[in-house]
């Protein structure tokens, strides 16, 4: 499961410099880091991909929940946090300066992570973290980043 955005090497031009990809490569770092933590931050607000909140558990389920001392409403995919706590970062780079930037589920979350996204969807960019992405990117200033 992964979330891919790709950025060609036309933000570097022809031929960059090992110097210039290493500095892009912490930009880009903190823009991925910023979209895990709003995906984080929207699931435990009860929210999905759409900005819709989560369909409500079960009564069985959420009986369940409150025996733990959890909470029912909203629906928020946090019984230990693991899941959540589980999602990665990951910047890959090719030598002609092209990108690929993906949040991923750690392997020992992954089929969990399955079965709850066919119920709520809550892995992906919303619409709104795309465009503040690609916002983010398309601003980049290279020779800002080489000082």
């Not at 558990?57 to 409150?66: L, M, S």
């Not at 733990?68 to 693991?82: D, H, I, R």
């Amino acid at each position: 499961m992964k979330i891919s955005i790709k950025k060609t090497g036309k933000i570097l031009g022809d031929n960059p410099s090992k110097k210039l990809i290493d500095a892009l490569k912490i930009e880009l770092t903190e823009a991925l880091t910023e979209q895990k933590d709003a995906l984080i931050k929207r699931t435990r607000s009860g929210k999905d991909v759409r900005g819709q909140f989560f369909k409500g558990y079960t009564p069985k389920y959420a009986e369940k929940r409150a025996s733990m001392g959890l909470q029912k409403n909203p629906v928020n995919l946090t019984v230990t946090g693991e899941l959540l706590d589980s999602i990665l970062t990951k910047i890959e780079s090719s030598a002609n300066g092209k990108f690929k930037l993906n949040l991923e589920i750690a392997n020992g979350q992954k089929d969990k992570a399955k079965g709850l996204q066919k119920k709520r969807e809550f892995f992906g960019n919303s619409q709104e973290q795309e465009k503040l992405l690609l916002k983010r990117l398309k601003e980049l200033n290279i020779k800002q980043i080489l000082k």
